[in-house]
């Protein structure tokens, strides 16, 4: 498989415009990142790459006072993702409650929660704020004996926490077949097998026609979010929750709206930088026009 490595220098260069970058870079098809003193390096697919949609991005760039600049190049014939998998990352720790990290580190703290994870890409390590406000969310919720949907589930984090809070069985699926991939070998490092969480690949049809669940969680993009918002929805008992992340503060309301009209009320909002996460519940009568 072809990749092109695609380097973004940032001026003013912070961590949370990298972050806002990289977040925008997934939308349009980017698969991994790595950081750079003044920017981050991002990698695609030759196949997804579109110059017209990175020009779009870069002027319509969230922080107007950042300037992007980039250059594309054909990355070289070898595992450009090896050397993360080869050095792990380190251990990401959400309050008191919740580790996620590797083999390669001993240096994890004993808590309630220790997710191990093996991740093909950074984004999937837990880092980032979305994973991080969702998975605290999932500290304070009721999981015993419920049925969950992993909406866009990367590298199964979600899924893996939604069981080691009771969850009794779980749908994780995700468009991407490494992620699928990545998810069920996830799940053998935490001794979850498939008689607990199904994995499949594919895009929200895979939930329709299902039983509905008590629990669903999507930490995608706004887009895809407001697109799967019927489906997501449907599957959904009424009187059950639903979890959304992935999105900018900014577009919260956007989001807010469209449930509505699907009969679900907002029962919170958490945020972190300009990052948000909404938890909704379902009406409990449910409604017979989804």
Not at 224 to 247: C, E
Not at 249 to 261: F, K, N, R, Y
Request: aromatic share 10%; net charge negative.
């Amino acid at each position: 498989m072809k990749y092109y490595e695609v380097k973004c220098t940032l001026q003013p260069f912070s961590e949370e415009a990298a972050d806002l970058l990289s977040a925008a870079l997934s939308e349009i098809g980017f698969e991994a990142f790595s950081m750079m003193e003044d920017g981050l390096t991002a990698y695609i697919q030759q196949g997804e790459w579109d110059e017209d949609r990175m020009k779009q991005l870069v002027q319509d760039f969230f922080l107007t006072d950042t300037d992007i600049r980039y250059s594309c190049t054909e990355a070289p014939d070898e595992d450009w993702n090896q050397v993360w998998e080869e050095e792990g990352f380190q251990p990401v720790v959400i309050g008191e409650d919740v580790v996620v990290h590797d083999v390669k580190h001993t240096d994890v703290p004993s808590v309630r929660y220790d997710i191990l994870i093996t991740p093909r890409m950074a984004f999937g390590t837990g880092s980032h704020q979305t994973t991080r406000l969702i998975l605290h969310a999932m500290v304070y919720l009721d999981f015993e004996g419920k049925h969950v949907i992993d909406a866009g589930t990367g590298t199964g984090i979600l899924a893996i926490m939604a069981v080691k809070r009771g969850a009794a069985y779980v749908l994780a699926y995700d468009i991407d077949d490494w992620s699928v991939e990545n998810t069920r070998d996830n799940l053998l490092l935490n001794h979850i097998y498939n008689n607990v969480v199904q994995v499949q690949a594919g895009d929200s049809s895979v939930i329709e026609g299902r039983e509905q669940v008590d629990f669903l969680i999507a930490n995608i993009n706004r887009n895809i979010l407001l697109a799967d918002m019927p489906r997501f929805a449907a599957a959904v008992k009424p009187g059950g929750k639903m979890i959304l992340s992935g999105f900018y503060l900014a577009d919260a309301q956007s989001l807010v709206e469209a449930a509505a009209q699907y009969g679900f009320s907002l029962l919170g909002t958490e945020s972190e930088d300009d990052w948000a996460m909404l938890l909704f519940e379902a009406d409990a009568l449910g409604r017979c026009d989804v």
